[in-house]
């Protein structure tokens, strides 16, 4: 049994090591209070533990599967701290799944990597069918690798406004034009390119198209006052990240403040301390920063409030869920948080004007979304502008 707990693996880094040591013993405890005398618990680094059950079949297994998932979903509270996580969890059986330890553990966590993209909180059984997947997902990234030489990869760009319905920027988005399966998805295809590497080259070239589609559209006329560009983690631990953003603009003869580089909170945490470092580096050149997807991960406001960031966008979860009392609290305090810490606030996937006239009433600076426009290839983009 595979056992990842999400979100825990940098809690030393945000919070202290007397908090991550507090918290391993807690999770070590009520694993164990879970388990019989002959079963085996094993830490296996960070925040993933493996069980291993010599006497057991797979109700047995389920079972046990489901009580540790409920046992490690219960909040922490460790010194005034209420820490969440959402295990998920992958199972292999001997001898179907493998006949060493090597291999079921593979299998394993497999299985566990399926449980997390069905929605953590969860656990699923190894089966041969992600075998197939995970054959699947070779085919995928080697067709990725290829993608960017056969120009097959495409920005579009989304509209973000103001409360006044003005354009104050667009954000670029990645898509796949794939000669078979026609638009894949940056969801499907972008965490494929973290695990590959490839969205280092891959981020290289959004950075690249986005800063020259910026220069083509000044040197026609065209208002679009900034670029919002995402940012993955692997890219933003490149050590030559700064210099090379600061030569494309160069080259293109471009403000540093027409971009602006979107980071999520778990990219920033991962290591805050040399995030803080690069911000500030990027922020010298003039570059926008903005949290993205914010509130979604546990943001240390500690280390946010020294963060030199520019804006906030507020997650897409948070505005659907506008439509009742808690949405509206959530929302507010985060606008209240920004507000006091100097950043600007931008709501992402506002869909209806029931959502915008909650959000004008929180005083939210700025909107993004479908009730706007949709990400629009640039000839449709442009049409979008002379509307
Ligand atoms: P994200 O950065 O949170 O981007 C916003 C996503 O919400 C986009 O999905 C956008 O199409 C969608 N969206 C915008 N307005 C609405 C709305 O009103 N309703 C709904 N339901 N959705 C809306 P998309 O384009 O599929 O991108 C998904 C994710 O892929 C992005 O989430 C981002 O994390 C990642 N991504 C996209 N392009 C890039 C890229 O160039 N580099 C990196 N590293 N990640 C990228
Ligand atoms: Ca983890
Ligand atoms: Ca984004
Ligand atoms: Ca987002």
Redesign the pocket.
Known sequence: MFIDLDRFKNINDTLGHSVGDQLLVEVGRRLLSLLQEKDTLTRLGGDEFIILLPETNESGAGHLAESVVRALSTPYYLSGYELISTPSIGIAMAPVDGSTLEELLRAADAAMYRAKAEGRSTFRFFTAQMQQRSAARLKLEAELRRALDKRELQLYY?PQCNMQGQLVGVE???RWMHPELGVV???EF?PLAEESGL?VPI?MW?LQEAIGQMREWRERGIRVPAVA????ALQFRQPQLVEQVAQLLHEAALPAGCLEL?LTESVVLEDPDDALGLMERLHNLGVGLAI??FGTGYSSLNYLRRFPVDRLKID?SFVQDLEQGRGIAIVRAIVSLARSLGFVTIA????TTAQLEQLRRLHCDQV????FAR?MAVIQLEAWLQR
């Open positions: 989304q670029a988005l990645l998805s940056p969801a972008i969205i981020g959004v560009v995402n940012l993955s979107e993205d997807d897409r992402e996937g506002v869909e993004q979304g479908f009730l990400p």
